[in-house]
C-alpha cells in the first residue's frame, strides 16, 4: 500500500480507501447503466452478435470517465480523479481534448 499511496501521491489511508470506493462505485454503475444505454440506443446482441460486447465497452467507455469524476467530486477526491482523468486521456493519445 506504501507504493500505491506514493506512487498516486496520496498521504493517508483514509483518502486510499475513499479512493477505491470511487472506483467500486463507477465500475458497478457503469456496468449497470450500460443496459439501459444500449437499449436506448437501439444496440441489441441479437442485432450485433459477436460485436456486440465491443461496441458496448466502447460506448460505455466514455460514461465511466464522466461518472469517476463526479463520483469522485461527491466523494470528495475530485482532485486526484481530474488529475488522473488528465494523465489516462493524454496516455491514449487523447490529450488535445483538454486545455492547457
Known amino acids: 500500500m506504501k507504493e500505491l499511496k506514493k506512487r498516486w501521491g496520496i498521504e493517508s489511508n483514509f483518502q486510499l480507501t475513499m479512493i477505491f470506493i470511487v472506483f467500486a462505485i463507477t465500475g458497478s454503475s457503469s456496468a449497470w447503466l450500460s443496459k439501459p444505454v444500449c437499449t436506448w440506443l437501439g444496440i441489441s ?5 459477436f460485436w456486440f460486447t465491443p461496441i458496448r465497452l466502447l460506448l460505455i467507455f466514455p460514461l465511466y470517465q464522466v461518472l469517476l469524476v463526479v463520483i469522485g467530486f ?5 482532485k486526484f480523479f481530474w488529475a488522473f482523468e488528465k494523465k489516462m486521456l493524454k496516455g491514449m493519445g487523447l490529450g488535445f481534448l483538454l486545455k492547457q
Open 74 to 78: 461527491l466523494f470528495g477526491q475530485f
Open 45 to 49: 446482441k441479437d442485432d450485433l452478435g
